[in-house]
Each structure stands twice: as structure tokens, then as C-alpha cells.
């Protein structure tokens, strides 16, 4: 438990979590549909706020989890309550708690039956979702890993599109199969150490064929949540049929549980099995990169072609993290928050327009540019931002990743750029045709510009585009030593297996 500090006083990790569970539970008193909009609205801007202390009161000094809480749950199979932050997950849970007010503004007028239920859904994956990033007992990370599935199948399967069912069912049974493997790999642990405290399965002597079957376990599961290529064909459908906040969440934060995953326990619980599959994962990352950019640039359906997006950028995500450097590794976590706020905005985007024009086709919103320029600007910049244009968020994390790519190998990097270049592309034709389109627009006269409440909702998005584009320095001053002890330590444990291996 050293690698543990002990937060005295105010449980905050507990507080972030419960606080929307007793939010959710509140509206199940109170069901009025006006009460609940403005209820969820205030709980998650409560959350947000609360959580601004981790970053205040964060130590970037140190490696250990911070604000740490244990207390015991099922000492008789050493099951805990135990709750930590570090570099890696900190900016994680910071982006939960501030998607979330967004995600009920944007349902504000668009979801207008069942709301109680709506909100309520929001809530429970909102605890459920911050309780992933913190917990540091594996059962009560599965536990809440699970938790999540079931308000975000209901989501997309009562309030999504015509093809609702279809899609939440075959995004439940996908995630289900990599939860299956994933409680494998943790009983198998469990039995091998005799504990679920993450930290004491990490760095551990185990035998190859044990690793590397816990590690195709781990990887598996978090594969389908990225998801990566070819497990990805569960995510277009559910971002089509989703409602604007499904598509945000699921864009913003449960892709990222994926990318976590494979930081916060293959590398430090599977290392050997890490080193020697590594190779054929990056080659798997380039060809999702690749696979996702060229299915983007034929698609004609907005939301179709943001989700094809996420496939190729969360490639480069996992191509940061298996180049094994530093760079690679701090590009690919700056990587997962700028994808966060870029992807998560142009949904919301997606979402304004559809409100207007009952489509989400390129051939109806061409020429909106005119009528609604509050809108384009918008979404000029959030497009740029997705391509990875200078100046923008997620410039920063490609570079870095592209940098740690060609630290490690330079035919690998190349074959990465046209990745980027094919973001362009399709990045720009879809601007193209929204703000401008051809000599045959459709009659857009009839189009509202952007609300003040679309406008507050978009404005924080583009403020963080900003912000981490021009000055990423205090971002990667929160993530790099939690790294930087990583990368250490594996090497260190590839050392010690060297010298093992060298032994008469």
C-alpha cells in the first residue's frame, strides 16, 4: 500500500462518483420532466466543479495515486475499496466531469420523451465512468466497467434511431464478449497473486504462456472498446443511432476506457508479452489508421463519417502507446483527451444541425454556411482541429506520437502520415460542402443560426482546442513522471529478466 496517498479529510474520488449515483436516485422521487433537465444540469455541474480540486491539489512530483481512499469491502477474498488518481488517469477523470454538463444541454430540446429516464442514464454512467478512471481494486473496476454498459445500451436502444435495436444490441454483445475476457484475466490474476490491488499484480515474475494468455485477454477486450480495427464495426452503428449524448459519451470517454486500459495494466501486468507482441499491434494500429481514414472519405453520412474518424485517430492513440517511448506514450494519452474534446464537439455539431434539418446527409446541410455562420466558424475550427492543423489540440498529440513513432521505427512512421493526410481530406470535404456546397443547394433559407445555449455548449470545446494547441506544457507536466516511472520500470524489468536469462 505504499504506493498509495492516503487523502485525509474529504473523500473527493468517493464524492465524484456517488454524488451522481444519489443524483440519479433522487429523480427516481421526483420525475417531473422540467425538474429532472434542471436537476441532472445542476448535479453535473456540481461534479464538475468539484473535481477542479484534483487538479489543484494534484502533486506532479510524485508517481503514487493521489487523493487515495481505502477501506475494507470482502476481507475474506481480500476484495477492497480502493480509490487513486495519477498522471495517467487524472485528465481522464477531469474530461468526464466536464463533458457531462455539455451532454444535458445538448438533450435539452432534442430529447423531448421519456426525459426522467434520459437524465437518469446520464447520471449512472457519469458515476460509473469516473469510478473506471479511479478504481485500483480490479473487482470494483469491473463492477463499474459493467456498470456503464447497461445505461449506455439503454440509451441508444429507447431514445436512438430506426435502427436502434440492432445497434445497442450489437454494441451490448460486443463489449459483453470483451468483459468475458476481461474477468478471465482477473480471476486468473487473482489465483496467481492472491490479491486484486492492481498495483501488487504489476511487475510480477510470471511464465511467458501465462502472460502472454492474460495479456491477448486484456488486449482483446480493450481492443473492441477503442475500438480497434477489425473490431470496430460495432461503433459506427451505435454512434449513428445514438442520440447527440450517446455519441458524445461514447466518443469522448468509453473509447478512452480502451487506451487506459492497455496503459494502466498490459504494460505493467503482462510486460514480457507486451515487448514481444508490440510489434504486430503497432502494424495493427497503422492499418486501422489507414482502414479508418479511407472508410471516412467515402462516407455521406456526418455522423458515419466522424465515427470512421475515431477509428483512425484512436489507431494513432494505440500506436503512441505500443511504441513503448516517452514521447509515444505522453503523445498518445494528450492524443485521447484532444480526441475527447474535437470528436465530442463535432458530434454536438452533428447533433445542432439534425435538430434543424432532420438529416445528418452532407447533400441536405450543403450550403448551411450562409445561413448559420455562428455555426460554420464552429465548425472551421473543429475540423481543423481533427486533422491535426497547427495551432489546434490535436497537433500536439500527433506529433508526439508521430515522433515517438519514428524514434522506434521509421518505415512504421511513414506508413502513419497518410493517416493524417487522409484526415484532411475527408476532414475538408465535409467542410466544403456544409458551408459551402455546389450550384444545387437545397433551400437552406429557412435555417436558424446557433442559439446562446448552442453557443455556450460549443465555446468551452473550442477554448480547450486552443489551449492545449498553443500551451500543452502544463498537460504533459501532469502525465510525464507517472510515464516517464512507467517506461522506467519496465525497462528495468526487461534488464532484470536480461540478467536472469545471463545466469550459469
Not at 289 to 303: R, S
Given at each position: 500500500m505504499d504506493v498509495l496517498l492516503i487523502k485525509e479529510g474529504f473523500p473527493l474520488l468517493s464524492f465524484l462518483i456517488f454524488f451522481p449515483l444519489a443524483g440519479a436516485l433522487v429523480l427516481l422521487a421526483f420525475p417531473k420532466e422540467s425538474f429532472a433537465k434542471l436537476w441532472t444540469l445542476a448535479v453535473t455541474v456540481i461534479t464538475a466543479v468539484a473535481s477542479l480540486p484534483l487538479l489543484m491539489d494534484f502533486d506532479p512530483a510524485t508517481t503514487k495515486y493521489q487523493f487515495a481512499e481505502f477501506h475494507h469491502w470482502i476481507p475474506q477474498f481480500k476484495i477492497n475499496y480502493i480509490l487513486g488518481v495519477d498522471g495517467i488517469s487524472i485528465l481522464l477523470v477531469i474530461l468526464t466531469?466536464?463533458?457531462?454538463?455539455?451532454?444535458?444541454l445538448a438533450s435539452w430540446n432534442y430529447i423531448s420523451r421519456r426525459v426522467t429516464p434520459f437524465m437518469f442514464c446520464l447520471l449512472i454512467m457519469e458515476a460509473s465512468m469516473i469510478g473506471v478512471f479511479v478504481a485500483l481494486d480490479f473487482v470494483l473496476f469491473y463492477i463499474l466497467w459493467e456498470f456503464m454498459l447497461i445505461p449506455m445500451y439503454l440509451l441508444i436502444a429507447i431514445?436512438?434511431?430506426?435502427?436502434?435495436?440492432?445497434?445497442?444490441?450489437?454494441?451490448?454483445?460486443?463489449?459483453?464478449?470483451?468483459?468475458?475476457?476481461?474477468?478471465?484475466?482477473?480471476?486468473?490474476?487473482?489465483?496467481?497473486?492472491?490479491?486484486?490491488?492492481?498495483?501488487d499484480m504489476m511487475?510480477?515474475?510470471?511464465?511467458?504462456?501465462?502472460?502472454?494468455?492474460?495479456?491477448?485477454?486484456?488486449?482483446?477486450?480493450?481492443?473492441?472498446?477503442?475500438?480497434?480495427?477489425?473490431?470496430?464495426?460495432?461503433?459506427?452503428?451505435?454512434?449513428?443511432?445514438?442520440?447527440t449524448a450517446g455519441s458524445v459519451i461514447l466518443a469522448s470517454v468509453l473509447l478512452k476506457m480502451g487506451t487506459y486500459g492497455m496503459l494502466r495494466f498490459c504494460l505493467p501486468i503482462t510486460p514480457e508479452a507486451t515487448l514481444l507482441l508490440a510489434p504486430y499491434i503497432l502494424w495493427l494500429?497503422?492499418?486501422?489508421?489507414?482502414?479508418?481514414?479511407?472508410?471516412?472519405?467515402?462516407?455521406?453520412?456526418?455522423?458515419?463519417?466522424?465515427?470512421?474518424?475515431?477509428?483512425?485517430?484512436?489507431?494513432?492513440?494505440?500506436?503512441?502507446?505500443?511504441?513503448?517511448?516517452?514521447?509515444?506514450?505522453?503523445?498518445?494519452?494528450?492524443?485521447?483527451?484532444?480526441?475527447?474534446?474535437?470528436?465530442?464537439?463535432?458530434?454536438?455539431?452533428v447533433g445542432m444541425i439534425y435538430e434543424r434539418t432532420h438529416s445528418r446527409e452532407?447533400?441536405?446541410?450543403?450550403?448551411?454556411?450562409?445561413?448559420?455562420?455562428?455555426?460554420?466558424?464552429?465548425?472551421?475550427?473543429f475540423s481543423l482541429s481533427s486533422f491535426g492543423f497547427p495551432g489546434t489540440n490535436s497537433f500536439i498529440g500527433e506529433f508526439l506520437v508521430l515522433a515517438g513513432t519514428f524514434e522506434f521505427s521509421t518505415p512504421l512512421a511513414l506508413a502513419a502520415i497518410p493517416g493524417a493526410v487522409l484526415a484532411a481530406a475527408y476532414m475538408l470535404r465535409m467542410l466544403q460542402k456544409i458551408v459551402w456546397g455546389g450550384t444545387d443547394n437545397p433551400d437552406q433559407s429557412y435555417l436558424s443560426d446557433l442559439s446562446k445555449r448552442e453557443i455556450v455548449i460549443l465555446t468551452p470545446f473550442l477554448l480547450f482546442v486552443f489551449w492545449i494547441g498553443l500551451g500543452p506544457q502544463p498537460f504533459i507536466d501532469l502525465i510525464h513522471p507517472s510515464v516517464a516511472n512507467l517506461l522506467e520500470q519496465l525497462q528495468q524489468w526487461q534488464h532484470h529478466q536480461v540478467a536472469l536469462l545471463t545466469l550459469p
Open positions: 466531469t466536464l463533458i457531462m454538463p455539455f451532454c444535458v431514445w436512438g434511431g430506426p435502427r436502434k435495436v440492432y445497434a445497442s444490441i450489437k454494441f451490448f454483445l460486443y463489449t459483453l464478449a470483451g468483459s468475458v475476457l476481461l474477468l478471465v484475466a482477473i480471476i486468473a490474476l487473482y489465483l496467481k497473486t492472491g490479491s486484486f490491488f492492481i498495483p511487475w510480477q515474475q510470471t511464465s511467458s504462456l501465462f502472460q502472454i494468455l492474460v495479456f491477448l485477454a486484456f488486449f482483446l477486450a480493450f481492443a473492441i472498446k477503442v475500438p480497434m480495427f477489425p473490431f470496430h464495426t460495432w461503433l459506427p452503428a451505435a454512434h449513428v443511432e445514438a442520440p494500429s497503422i492499418a486501422g489508421i489507414i482502414y479508418g481514414g479511407f472508410t471516412a472519405l467515402a462516407q455521406h453520412d456526418m455522423k458515419k463519417l466522424i465515427a470512421y474518424s475515431s477509428v483512425g485517430h484512436m489507431g494513432f492513440v494505440t500506436l503512441g502507446i505500443f511504441v513503448l517511448n516517452t514521447q509515444g506514450v505522453e503523445g498518445a494519452i494528450m492524443q485521447m483527451i484532444n480526441h475527447g474534446v474535437t470528436t465530442g464537439a463535432l458530434f454536438l455539431c452532407l447533400s441536405k446541410a450543403a450550403g448551411v454556411g450562409r445561413y448559420m455562420p455562428w455555426y460554420a466558424t464552429f465548425l472551421v475550427f
